[in-house]
């Protein structure tokens, strides 16, 4: 895949640059989103999804933000006032939750410290403790710190051992760390297009299993434009519920052309290698990472500074002096840290610059 | 403006041809839209936006097609349970009324026949014998029709007379037919990127007037993503509240400069008389238009076929010989019109082409 040289090297955890090719293939003739050859395209898309989702479950493209399919995880398989345990390790953990207590839904939250993944024997006790919970939702790559929650290990406890719905903030996972929907169970998984899937941001994909249409039915939560039963109903003629976002469809067309054509499994394995390198150059200039090794994400690195150093002031020189663009630390870790995107295949130039920039930039603070 | 000439000439009612300029916009670099270069962007889009809706009431920017800003048009001023008047003029204005069904809202629906435009008398009766309405639903373009409602009129009816918050699907209406939000004391105007703002589809905008405000405190309804709440506290900092569609907003941000260079008056003035054009040549085939004169709208124009021709097929065959791409008669109007959207300057020469195709399809079919 080859990207175009930019001014800027943007290096936050979304949107992430894309391929030249997914970025012009914005620019083609747009059609009748009523018309058979939409139809081909959408079917074609929605095939090609479900091998990056390693799923059969239905698939739908949304036209929003990934924000937009995190709520239509829970709108279409809960009702108000629907107890649910939320697991929270960093900022988008929290934000899940806070979004289901927007919805009015009864959450109950189960913390775990910014930084750390999840504990499965905790999870447990939560369940055990809490018979009436119907639906966990957990972050399967907590943007906030680098952490890549154990997703296989967690499904073993949410469905195997209790059998409640698994829904699944896949945003910042999905297409960059290995996610197998179907093995792992994963009830409902969504993510936006402008991570792993190396699209411009304004869609988002869900996933959705046969248990979730089951909550479907029951669920009395006021909603149309999120309504994934409407999605489907337009699915079966080839159309989508409300005119999408065709230009961004043509650069997902394109993406998942490039992604497929290299291999999922080849791309997941580049996304390691690519952090593991990251990860030891950022720490051979004396710096500490917020996540263990054991669970570090393979889509964003958080990257601790000096105790005497404010981040911000860190990511504000990167930009001024370098070019460089970081992500901030977010919620608590505000001003603690910054957050090095690299998603798709980073050229080793640009990582070179980004540490040597770094490395300088220490020096001047 | 110019445009790329197509394999296709595309005259459904949206999405529109958009200029080659607007097209190509996309390809802009991502950037940062937590950043500072993003913030002045958005700003100047949504000042811009001001002067296409003409108003100053708050105005926001939604990742999601013009449906998801007609569900935040409900979702931020009404409870489930509240009484509303949803007023019925074709498909769309159905499609609305439905939307509120789906979120639980009490409606009354006021039908006019599919063709005719709102009687005002009708309208004025219907609000006496339901004092405990809340809000009107108007479509101001009825796109399934070609009809365009008088919302000046209604506005001194529902606001002046009555008082209720008055909701506007402007959706095929918004920059290419005359909208007056602020003198017609529109409190919520919702609209698409697709149609009158010449943009890819995949944005949606809507405008929110102080007493859509005050409602939005009252209102109970469980919502997030389209929560303007949200929308509001992040405006304040320059951002949105969730991952926008940057390369549509490049696009929007060039459609908008094209449109105020040219200047809001003199689009308007040009879709009047090329929607007059384009009625007189389609009926010198001898073809008759499903809207009187007196309420056609200027942005799509419906078409009635002889009673012996099936229109779908007419509309198929208008695409498989002549490759030009109309609308179909929608609900109950299948089958027995086609619809010609002409939003934006249509080359003379695509007019002169689609009169000539459907003048010979015609005595082909």
Known sequence: MKYRREHQNLRIPG????????IDAQTRPLIDHRGQDFGHMLKN?????????????????????????????????????????????????????????ALLIDVEE???????????????????????????????????????????????????????????????????????????????????SQKGLLTPPGLSVISFSESAWRAYEKSSMPKYYNDLGLFRTFMGIGQTAFTPAISLLYALDKSLELILREGLDSFIDM??????????????LGLGLLAEDRCASHSVTAVKVPENVNADDLVD????????VVGRGQGSLKGKLLRVGHIGKVPEQEIQDLVSALSSALTRI
């Open 317 to 324: 020189l990167l930009l001024d002096e370098y070019s460089i």
């Open 110 to 192: 189960l913390h775990f410290e910014w930084g750390r993944d999840i504990d499965i024997g905790i999870l447990r006790e939560a369940l055990a403790t809490h018979p009436d919970i119907k639906a966990v939702l957990v972050t399967h790559n907590e943007t906030s710190t680098g952490v890549t929650n154990d997703l296989a290990s967690i499904s073993r406890v949410v469905k195997k051992e209790f059998g409640k719905l698994l829904l699944v903030d896949a945003v910042s996972s999905l297409g960059s760390v290995e996610l197998k929907t179907d093995d792992w169970e994963c009830d409902v998984v969504a993510a936006g």
């Open 15 to 22: 949107p992430v640059p894309c391929p030249t090719e997914v």
């Open 271 to 284: 996304q390691r290698e690519q952090a593991f390198m990251i990860r030891s150059k950022v720490r051979s």
């Open 45 to 101: 898309l929605v095939e090609r999804l479900k091998r990056i989702f390693l799923t059969e479950n239905d698939v739908f493209i949304l036209t929003s933000s990934g924000t937009g399919a995190l709520e239509a995880s829970l709108v279409n398989t809960l009702s108000p006032g629907d107890k649910i345990l939320a697991v929270v390790t960093g900022f988008f953990g929290q934000r899940y939750s806070d979004m289901a207590k």
